[in-house]
């Protein structure tokens, strides 16, 4: 069992960066993959970055890929998205996800989920 706490949302000006963070309750915390999703208002939800149980391996999304870097501090039970060069289609309610199966992750369907934080960049 996971519970996951995301911070750090706001509002920005385009170009400006923010960084999220996700607290994760659970002593096997660092036995989980770990995800950032999003979903803007009238849109579907995404996946913009994951990162495996370990830290080795990350992945992002193609509108991402360069702004937005995945970390995790496994010792402290933190996922960290940090995001640069934000732009307004970067606007939605982002959350952070985890699962033990990195497919069902990447696929859109972890079994934790966090309550969400809004980002909001203003053009």
């Known amino acids: 069992q996971v519970e996951l706490v995301e911070s750090g949302g706001g509002l920005v000006q385009a170009g400006g960066s923010l960084r999220l963070s996700c607290a994760a309750s659970g002593r096997t915390f660092s036995s989980y993959d770990m995800g950032w999703f999003r979903q803007a208002p009238g849109k579907e939800r995404e996946i913009v970055a994951a990162?495996?149980?370990?830290?080795?391996?990350?992945y992002y999304a193609d509108s991402v890929k360069g702004r937005f870097t995945i970390s995790r501090d496994n010792a402290n039970n933190m996922v960290y998205l940090q995001m640069n060069s934000l732009k307004a289609e970067d606007t939605a309610v982002y959350y952070c996800?985890?699962?033990?199966?990195?497919?069902?992750?990447?696929?859109?369907?972890?079994?934790?989920w966090g309550q969400g934080t809004q980002v909001t960049v203003s053009s």
């Open positions: 996800a985890a699962d033990l199966d990195l497919r069902r992750l990447r696929g859109g369907a972890p079994n934790y």
């Open positions: 990162i495996t149980w370990r830290g080795r391996d990350t």
